[in-house]
């Protein structure tokens, strides 16, 4: 990767719900075009991690970086949030977020949906955003759907949708929470297709998954969580191929099996 300044940088993120402690010391780089996935148990903290980059979840340690530019904090410990409302709001727009479970707006058509944000956070233009929107669900091939309600679309077609959300805000990173967790084998392929293309676009993107295969396929740089920690981390071929935890051997022996 360029020597440039990276999207993200996380350095010794710490992150607690009372006395579970979730984050213990987490750091993670994205640069430009570079995908990182982060993968582990259920409860390792991947998630978390993801929410804390994308300042929906407030950490009680450590350091934020976009694009060179640190989150500014207020407060300590449980009590620490950022201190810059107008920063949240620049860094969120820039790094559009797709969840595990959609989260469509029931009452608006796809379109609509994939409209919503640019037109109503960013106040772009709205036939400039229409065009975009329907460019972006022809990306992600769905484009005949533009018009039907999420209610009548498949898993797949609706996180597809919901995709092409977070595409129309064109963001700097794109972050994927398990996005094909709550998705059946066949649909789940759908959503995989997609995320393949975007990377080999070069999207800067850190995808939360249990899909080891497309994690292979489509990292730079995988990341294993173990209990609030990086148990091991670098290449798909050295984490996939070479591990040398114990933990991670059996965590990787045991999706083999399912």
Known sequence: MPDTVPVIEIHDLHKAYGDLEVLKGVSLTARAGEVVSLIGSSGSGKST???????????QQGEVIFQGEPVTWKGQG?????????????????????????????????????????LTVLHRD???????????????????KADVYPANMSGGQQQRAAIARALCMEPQALLFDEPT?????????????????LAEEGRTMIIVTHDMQMAADVSDHVIFLHQ???????????????AESERLKTFLNARQAV
């Not at 991690?49 to 979840?57: D, K, S």
């Not at 620490?80 to 029931?106: C, D, E, G, H």
């Not at 400039?128 to 091939?141: F, N, S, T």
């Not at 967790?181 to 293309?197: F, H, N």
Request: a neutral charge; proline letters at 6%; charged letters at 25%.
């Open 49 to 59: 991690l993801l929410r804390c980059a994308n300042l929906l979840e407030h950490s």
């Open 78 to 118: 449980p009590h620490r949030r950022p201190s810059n409302p107008k920063q949240v709001t620049r860094i969120r727009t820039n790094l559009s977020m797709v969840f595990q479970q959609f989260n469509l707006w029931a009452h608006m058509t796809v379109l609509q949906n994939v409209m919503e944000a640019p």
């Open 126 to 144: 709205r036939a400039e955003v229409e065009e975009k929107a329907r460019y972006y669900l022809d990306k992600v091939g769905i484009g005949d």
């Open 181 to 197: 967790s709550a998705l059946d084998p066949e649909l789940e392929q759908e959503v995989v297709r997609v995320i393949r293309a």
């Open 228 to 242: 609030g920690l990086i148990e091991e981390e670098g290449t798909p071929a050295r984490v996939f191929a070479m």
